[in-house]
């Protein structure tokens, strides 16, 4: 069960992580292309509040896929001096402690969608773009990584249970620097 979940984890954010890298590239031609109209004296507008916006999203859909591919920092100067069994221990309570900050942060970003809807809010801009556009994509990229992270935690978990530990820090372990420069 762990391993389809996790695989399935991991196709549903390779997807993701594409379709933001196309969410990117457009962004990033949306921006040259205003560089090149201000060389003949007109622009678009607002491609910094736009980029700013794209970036958002961007990122809270990206941390997703980061969990997976063990891209997230951990200082693991104590955990590369333990055994396996302790370390995975210590890999689940990082993997614990790191889903209930994400859990938190999913939880307040809420309000700030709510607000921007009852409100009807619009960007204080020039181009005075309706924040519900803007936060409600930011939120669910913080919910789907929410989602994410307490079922990798799960999937983990019954890893460590099943005496699976060389899978589970596969799943939730952290890379060393010498294993990623080899």
């Not at 933001?20 to 678009?44: E, K, N, P, T």
């Not at 859909?61 to 200082?75: P, Y």
């Not at 939120?139 to 935690?153: E, I, S």
Request: charged share 15%.
């Amino acid at each position: 069960m762990a391993d389809s979940l996790l695989r399935t984890l991991r196709q549903i954010n390779r997807i993701v992580a594409i379709l933001v890298g196309l969410l990117l590239l457009a962004c990033v031609v949306f921006v040259l292309m205003d560089i090149v109209l201000r060389q003949v004296g007109s622009s678009f507008g607002g491609t910094d509040e736009i980029s700013g916006y794209v970036m958002a999203i961007a990122t809270s859909w990206g941390m997703a896929f980061t969990l997976l591919e063990l891209g997230h920092v951990r200082i693991d100067l104590m955990r590369s001096r333990l055994a396996q069994g302790p370390r995975a221990l210590l890999d689940l309570f990082a993997m614990l402690v790191m889903t209930l900050v994400i859990s938190l942060i999913a939880w307040k970003c809420w309000p700030v969608v709510a607000n921007s809807l009852a409100n009807s809010s619009t960007a204080n801009t020039p181009l005075e773009t309706p924040l519900a556009l803007v936060h409600l994509p930011w939120f669910a990229g913080w919910l789907w990584f929410a989602v994410t992270a307490w079922l990798t935690l799960l999937a983990g978990l019954l890893l460590v249970v099943q005496g699976r530990l060389d899978d589970s820090e596969q799943a939730i372990g952290a890379f060393a620097e010498t294993e990623t420069l080899q």
